[in-house]
């Protein structure tokens, strides 16, 4: 981008603030994970080697997420994980990166998702916080991204993001998730991190460990040991409780931060998800 156009960009978003909390764009560098992770199901149906290429509703996946992130007042810059033997660009020339206002740049991926948001925080070294998602997450909105960053800022090394599962009932029945039984609620994932601070590095080493389980409670939480377990299946523990115990195995301060958004814990997994997130785009667009 010229620097003509650099300085026009940044005084037309002055212009539009509305306050001087947010008169800059935010602190946060965004983390995409982009990359191929075997077959996938909804990948071939479209016979795409990545599913964060696969178009819905006229766009990329990839897309809607970049745009999401870009049009947030908390993300400065965005980091892509994509797979090391293939350029981004070249092989989806629908991504137009060029066209949002903040710095993008890609980075290829690691052995494991662990290894790649390491790699993307090693790219920078000095962008902290970090805001991780991934490229599946065509529902994502720059409302959800600024409120789970804005819920992350504050008393904590690690955010988790989560919505209630009286919100999905409510807004999208028929959604079948993954959720976390608490003594006082069930809670689904967003896919949605915050690495706040250099702290929270410590947990990716254990973050590497449980990866393959994060959609099977039961061992993710044996993973924090079983007291832990027998506490999930009794429901002893409110979520501030868990996380408490969650940020003692860890080693730093771990927080959730609860979403009132469904759509903040749907995403592309499988073909029936795709129908769903197509259906509710197509109904987002015609309520413009």
């Known amino acids: 981008m010229k620097a003509s156009n650099i300085t ?17 764009k935010g602190d ?7 990359g191929s992770r075997g077959d996938c199901p909804v990948a071939s149906v479209f ?8 178009p819905i509703c006229g766009k990329p996946m990839i897309s809607r997420v970049v745009e999401a992130l870009a049009d947030s007042r908390s993300v400065k810059k965005v980091i892509i994980v994509f797979d090391c033997e293939t350029s981004l660009y070249s092989t989806c020339p629908e991504f137009h990166a060029d066209n949002t206002e903040i710095e993008i740049s890609v980075v290829s991926c690691g052995t494991s998702i662990c290894d790649s948001v390491r790699k993307a925080i090693d790219s920078t070294k000095t962008e902290w916080p970090y805001l991780v998602t991934t490229a599946d997450h065509a529902l994502l909105t720059s409302e959800i991204v600024d409120r789970f960053c804005d ?8 955010a988790v993001g989560l919505v209630e599962k009286k919100y999905l009932d409510a807004q999208h029945p028929n959604s079948k998730r993954t959720y976390l039984p608490f003594k006082e609620t069930k809670l689904s994932g967003a896919n949605l991190f915050a690495f706040v601070n250099p702290n929270a590095e410590s947990a990716l080493s254990f973050w590497k460990t449980i ?3 994060r959609k099977k409670p039961w061992k ?12 999930l299946v ?15 195995t860890l080693g730093v301060q771990v927080k959730a931060v609860r ?15 795709y129908a769903q997130v197509s259906e509710i785009l197509q109904s987002r667009s015609l309520a413009i």
Request: one cysteine or more; a negative charge; charged letters at 25%.
């Open 28 to 34: 946060f560098t965004a983390i995409v994970l982009a």
């Open 8 to 24: 026009a960009t940044v005084k037309n978003r002055a212009e539009k603030t509305i306050s001087v909390q947010n008169e800059t």
């Open 211 to 213: 990866e393959k389980q």
């Open 259 to 273: 979403l009132p958004n469904a759509e903040a814990a749907i995403d592309v997994d499988s073909p029936k998800d």
């Open 220 to 231: 993710l939480f044996a993973a924090f040991g079983w007291k832990n377990v027998v506490g």
């Open 151 to 158: 819920g992350a800022s504050y008393n904590c090394d690690l």
């Open 47 to 54: 016979g795409e080697q990545y599913k964060a290429l696969v």
């Open 234 to 248: 009794m429901k002893r523990f409110t979520v501030d409780e868990a996380f408490m115990r969650a940020s003692g």
